[in-house]
């Protein structure tokens, strides 16, 4: 009985078995082939699939010359729903590219056939797009839009299209000219290195065009005639986004040229050879808005074509496929004023170390000038420095003191000296015997007494000077200013020799020439300038951001002097949480404007128009004997605030106060 058992169960499992395989129709082979199909297109690469009345290798081979042209682009590719009919099966492939800004998705139909277990593709060029012909392979071309303008206040074009001509050896038409001999005159005609651009050209292919120089169109004194006498050499026009000269607020701006393999492969696609990308200040904050996109166009054509059939048939032969519309630059505006940028970018022109001036309208907070010198070798001093203000901030200390219940007619004591910790604080050299004693801190502030401020230490607590820093709005973020700047940094804890140093300064306060700027415009306002220079950050940061110093921007250290270190600022304050008052900015004004009746800043009063405040200041930093030192002063002239700086300068009164002169008397 129980073999009997046995075999009956055997024979029913075979009827079982028997039926399985006869309801398996090949769906689960041929859904696996679809997927394979689908990741080996995806990839690029069908060398592993197996076809139908096709060499594996030979598909593989026409795949990419189909799909060269979208080269570095690679498709998704998902398999959908199989359709079978007994030993053939359908499979649409769902494609999806991204080309430019845009994605390309389209779904293209495979036929797969089932040779004895295996399920093979059937090769047609349609299943890699539709209705692709044998023969025909995709062909892409893209549209640059021009670069949107950089705009100034009135909408004054700061970066506009100028023409410019490229120079350089066309090799071409060296014919049988000697390619080292032309490279190196021309080299010596337009002041490149010869050896280097030499090199350049004897490495660059038979028709190569080798650039040796772009100049401007405006104004150049190479002329073509000059040119044409080099056997190879020419000039090609063209046009750059350009500023009105090479130097104007070049630190600011930044620059735009053709875009380097560098940028290329970190753009992530966005940018390719021959686009233009900006490098440096608002150019390359702001280029996705500035660039806009390109137009793109994926085409099906024949391949082969000579220029002369291709001329002769309907849009060259071009099927179109998929097309994104280029999309124009929005131009980028600012409130820079160009003849006040200029004036500047002058009076800097022949000053050797780093330095700055910052112009801004209080009423708005408009920055209307920010150049940097060219002893700041293109760094952006005016925006980024990193400094210790020096007597400057005795602004701050002063509101702080009259928030303590002074006012300009209240005595302190000026001594000559003033020992804290064992540290010795002296008053500049000259300092006017006649303002030493009891005076009033409407004359320390005037003559600048450190020992005065310096004294007032135990009734000015190191948060106290925080807080009215920040009062007068500095040490404050900056969310309308739309560009990378740094406003200040001033600690809310220091003692000692720290905080002493802090009461004329020094020890680890450091402010930019932009915000000492807003520090004055605070006063002239009466209330906190928040400094505005984008007017239309669409893209980039579009705000004001901790920036370190470089190296030599003379950031103190505790005891005021530099080592030439970057600076470990800490983040700003989101903004002042007790904004200065007009009563207090009255009281400062007053005290400003004593510096120029009977103070230091003399030399202003002769100033047309609206009578100026001012603040001079000086800062030790660097470890020589006697120490070098910032020079700085500031002003404010009707709806006009200025800081000047000049990095080793000596006293801020003789050096920068002649250069804010001669800004305030040429602004008018």
């Known amino acids: 009985m129980g073999n009997f058992q046995k075999l009956s169960l055997a024979l029913v499992g075979l009827i079982i078995g028997g039926s399985l395989v006869a309801c398996d129709d090949g769906r689960a082979g041929a859904q696996d082939a679809a997927k394979q199909l689908a990741a080996a297109v995806a990839g690029l690469d069908v060398g592993s699939v197996a076809f139908d009345g096709k060499d594996a290798a030979a598909a593989n081979e026409q795949l990419k010359e189909v799909f060269q042209a979208l080269d570095p682009a690679k498709p998704a590719v998902e398999a959908g729903e199989l359709t079978l009919e007994k030993d053939t099966a359908t499979v649409p492939l769902n494609y999806s590219w991204k080309i430019g800004s845009g994605e390309w998705k389209y779904t293209a139909s495979a036929e797969l056939k089932k040779s004895g277990d295996k399920w093979l593709t059937v090769w047609k060029p349609a299943l890699l797009v539709p209705e692709l012909a044998e023969g025909e392979v995709l062909g892409s071309a893209s549209q640059s839009p021009e670069r949107a303008e950089i705009l100034g206040a009135g909408e004054a074009k700061l970066v506009t299209s100028r023409p410019v001509v490229y120079v350089g050896i066309d090799k071409p038409r060296l014919a049988s000219a000697d390619p080292a001999a032309s490279a190196t005159k021309l080299a010596q005609l337009v002041g490149v290195d010869p050896a280097a651009y030499t090199q350049q050209v004897e490495a660059a292919g038979p028709e190569a065009f080798v650039a040796a120089i772009t100049l401007r169109q405006d104004g150049r004194t190479i002329t073509d005639e000059q040119i044409a006498q080099i056997p190879g050499a020419r000039s090609v026009p063209d046009l750059l986004p350009l500023a009105p000269t090479r130097t104007f607020a070049r630190a600011l701006l930044g620059t735009a040229a053709e875009a380097n393999a560098e940028q290329i ?51 060259q032969g071009r099927r179109i496929l998929f097309q994104v519309e280029m999309k124009p630059g929005t131009p980028v505006k600012t409130t820079l004023d160009p003849k006040l940028q200029q004036l500047a970018e002058d009076i800097l022109a022949d000053v050797g170390p780093a330095s700055a001036i910052v112009a801004l309208r209080p009423s708005s907070g408009a920055v209307l000038a920010a150049a940097s010198g060219p002893g700041s070798n293109g760094y952006n001093t005016a925006m980024l420095g990193q400094y210790a203000p020096g007597s400057t901030f005795k602004m701050v200390d002063s509101l702080a003191m009259i928030r303590n219940g002074m006012t300009p007619d209240s005595k302190v ?211 020589e004997n006697p120490p070098k030192t910032h020079a700085w002063i500031v002003a404010v002239h009707g709806d006009l605030a200025v800081a000047v700086f000049v990095e080793e300068g000596g006293l801020g009164a003789t050096t920068s106060g002649p250069l804010l002169k001669e800004f305030l008397v040429a602004a008018g």
């Open 413 to 623: 004591e000026c001594t000559p000296t003033l020992t804290v910790d064992g540290r010795t604080f002296k008053n500049a050299e000259g300092y006017p015997e006649g303002s030493l004693g009891s005076v009033t801190l409407r004359d320390a502030f005037a003559h600048s007494c450190n020992t005065a401020f310096i004294a007032a230490r135990d009734s000015v607590s190191q948060a106290q000077l925080e807080s009215a820093a920040t009062s007068l709005g500095v040490a404050v973020e900056a969310p309308g200013l739309g560009a990378d700047a740094f406003l200040g940094s001033v600690p809310g804890e220091a003692e000692g020799t720290e905080h002493a140093a802090s009461m004329i300064g020094q020890g680890k306060v450091l402010l930019s020439p932009l915000a000492a700027a807003v520090m004055a415009g605070s006063v002239a306002k009466g209330s906190p300038v928040s400094p505005t220079l984008v007017l239309n950050a669409e893209a980039g940061s579009g705000s004001a951001s901790e920036t370190a110093a470089p190296e030599g921007s003379g950031t103190p250290t505790t005891d005021g002097t530099s080592p030439s270190l970057s600076s470990t600022a800490p983040a700003p304050a989101k903004a002042a949480e007790k904004p200065v008052t007009a009563a207090e900015a009255a009281a400062l004004a007053d005290m400003m404007r004593a510096v120029v009746t009977s103070g230091h800043a003399g030399f202003l009063a002769s100033v047309p128009g609206e009578p100026v405040g001012a603040k001079t200041g000086t800062a030790e930093f660097g470890t």
């Open 265 to 315: 492969e970190k753009s992530g696609g966005a940018l390719k050879a021959g686009d233009t990308t900006g490098t440096g200040g608002l150019q390359q904050q702001y280029d996705a808005q500035l660039r806009g996109a390109n137009g793109v166009q994926v085409f099906a054509v024949k391949e082969g074509l000579t220029a002369e059939e291709k001329q002769a048939l309907p849009n």
